[in-house]
């Protein structure tokens, strides 16, 4: 949700600051604007829409070497030019990512102001101003902010006059970048990355001061803070496309590596697996909470959970969750899954449940992000930075996290023995084989992506990966879609199933394989052109107009294959329909507002 980032140095920041926010692009990209420091005054110019537009109208060899930069993600205001970031009231000049709950109450007592924007940013613009007009000293106004201020909030702010950064953070991520010609802020790694691999984390309250040879960090209560420099351990190029026409395909095409990087590091051998899952064995209920994808998983890891350690898994929305009653047993786990681990509704369950004196687990892909930090206890996929806004690969790497947390409760329960690691091993050359012929997925995209509406079925597992592969589709592609558990269709959608109406049914479960075979014939006799991908031949040709076959795994690792191919029906549906596949309208990467 928005992207900030800053520059100050010996090198002109407008090239830096600009290609800082087109790596940030992600969070948001409603509107780009830029705020830099000439000849002691700060200059403004901000557009509507990407920051191509912003390049455009923007001189990039303007003689500045100070300045801050804001891409948005509308959520208080319309996107347009005056909405768009930098905010300037008085002295101040600010970039802000997160949502100031307050605003209302603010604007009301900040009554001699006049505001010009909808937002909730100006506020602050003019709330700093104000404390800075009373207090003199810009450190004294960052100490005193979270007295006013409720809600999350990264700011990066200039002081007419002056040549430095300030920046401060709460519930919003924040890092700051240090280089040999110059420092940085930022709302993410990628954005410095150009430049350094060197950054500071900013935790919440704490405030920075940044110069062109310096930076210095307070605490929340104003002391010099001292920080371990950390170095962003993946390459600049990990972050790129690498000559891959999207982030999407890239990142699909990432998975056998970033799969088996996940599962190396738990199941090297048994020691380890038992090292990292330690006590997970005590808790006889435990709910996993996430969003979007992070909840889908959820629903496969409550299958295999349940089945192979025996433990009763609850599954929820982090919206729905934190504002609903919890009957919790004497050894319950909160497990919440998040790839960015800022999620806004994600991470107020996590508190939520620490609050209430519950063990909390968290999976998580972003290092050092606000749920890694706050949770008991991180289990940490091995995904790599996920640029596309759509995620795949970190998907891919919770649903094998999950995976591995129900293997080691088989095997400390002795439903399992370690002879399962074995179907682990070949997960990479299996995925290969897939990504090394996309045909099927390709001619499947090319007869549906004219249609309006596409259903998934399945059941159980494979009702979960319908789920997901339902929203994938739906988010890059706008093609409506719903996943429905193959059971139900019949108790009322089935009447929008008419002559043509795609139907992609997935069957993995030997169990329930027949069962969901006659939902599939069903649809198929009210006229549904019906696409089936499944692991076992079928033998009835008159179930299916096209049939995707992937090869028969353990149900802990077989999901993956079906995904990796529905990701890939996604991509390219998006792509024939010329979607703007990394960046879908109205998204944004990372959910930071509730
Ligand atoms: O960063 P998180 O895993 O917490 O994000 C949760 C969802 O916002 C995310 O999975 C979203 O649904 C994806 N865009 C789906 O592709």
Not at 56 to 80: F, L
Not at 199 to 223: H, P, T
Not at 242 to 258: C, F, R, S, T
């Amino acid at each position: 949700m928005c992207g900030i980032v800053g520059y100050v140095g010996k090198d002109k920041c407008i090239p830096r600051i600009l290609s800082g926010l087109e790596s940030l692009e992600y969070r948001g990209y409603d509107s780009a604007g830029i705020a830099y420091v000439v000849n002691n005054l700060v200059k403004i110019t901000k557009k509507q829409g990407r920051i191509s537009n912003l390049k455009e109208n923007i001189n990039i060899d303007e003689e500045s070497y100070v300045g801050i930069g804001h891409t948005r993600w509308a959520t208080h205001g319309k996107p347009c030019q005056v909405n768009s970031h930098p905010h300037r009231v008085g002295k101040v000049t600010i970039v802000h990512n997160g949502i100031i709950e307050n605003y209302e109450t603010l604007k009301n007592e900040l009554s001699d102001y006049d505001f010009v924007s909808e937002t909730d940013s100006e506020v602050v613009a003019a709330l700093v101003d104000k404390l800075y007009k009373e207090e003199k000293d810009v450190k004294h106004v960052l100490a005193k902010l979270k007295d006013y201020l409720i809600g999350s909030y990264a700011l990066g702010i200039l002081i007419e006059g002056d040549d430095k950064i300030y920046a401060i953070r709460k519930d919003s991520p924040l890092i700051i970048g240090v280089s040999e010609n110059g420092n940085f802020i930022a709302s993410d790694v990628p954005a410095i990355l150009e430049y350094t691999n060197l950054y500071y984390l900013i935790l919440n309250n704490e405030f920075a001061v940044l110069s062109k040879d310096d930076v210095v960090i307070y605490d929340e209560n104003g002391q010099i803070s001292t920080k371990n420099l950390l170095t962003f351990e993946g390459s600049r190029e990990a972050a790129m496309k690498n000559g891959y026409e999207h982030y999407m395909l890239k990142e699909i095409y990432e998975q056998p590596k970033v799969i088996m990087d996940t599962i190396k590091e738990y199941i090297s051998d048994v020691d380890t697996l038992k090292e990292k899952m330690n006590g997970l064995e005590k808790y006889e209920e435990i709910d996993i909470v996430g969003c979007g994808s992070a909840y889908h998983v959820g629903l496969v890891g409550k299958s295999l959970i349940e089945k192979y350690g025996h433990i009763r898994v609850n599954v929820d929305i982090a919206s729905e969750y934190r504002y609903s009653d919890h009957i919790y047993k004497d050894n319950h786990l909160v497990l919440v899954i998040s790839q960015s681990g800022e999620t806004a509704d994600t991470l107020a369950v996590l508190r939520k449940a620490k609050e209430d004196g519950i063990d909390t687990l968290a999976i998580v892909n972003v290092v050092g992000s606000s749920i890694a930090r706050e949770a008991d206890k991180v289990l940490y996929i091995k995904a790599g930075v996920e640029i596309a806004v759509a995620t795949t690969k970190a998907y891919s790497c919770q649903l094998i996290m999950l995976s591995m947390i129900a293997m080691y409760l088989g095997i400390n329960s002795g439903r399992l023995d370690e002879s399962i690691f074995e179907e682990y091993k070949s997960l990479d050359k299996l995925i290969n084989d897939i990504l090394d012929d996309t045909s099927d997925t390709e001619s499947v995209a090319a007869m549906i992506y004219k249609n309006k509406d596409v259903f998934y079925l399945g059941r159980k597992i494979d009702y979960a990966i319908c789920m997901e592969s339902s929203l994938k589709l739906k988010e890059v592609s706008y093609l409506h879609s719903e996943a429905y558990a193959a059971g139900e269709l019949k108790h009322g959608t089935i009447s929008l199933i008419e002559s043509g109406t795609p139907v992609i049914s997935i069957i993995t479960e030997d169990d329930i394989r027949l069962k969901t075979l006659s939902n599939v014939k069903e649809v198929c006799a009210r006229g549904a052109l019906s696409i089936v991908i499944t692991n076992e031949e079928v033998l009835d040709k008159d179930v299916y107009d096209k049939l995707i076959l992937v090869p028969k795994l353990h149900d802990l690792v077989g999901s993956i294959l079906v995904v990796i191919k529905c990701q890939l029906i996604a991509y390219y549906v998006a792509k024939l329909n010329g979607c703007d596949i990394d960046k879908p309208r109205n998204l944004a990467k990372s959910v930071t507002v509730e």
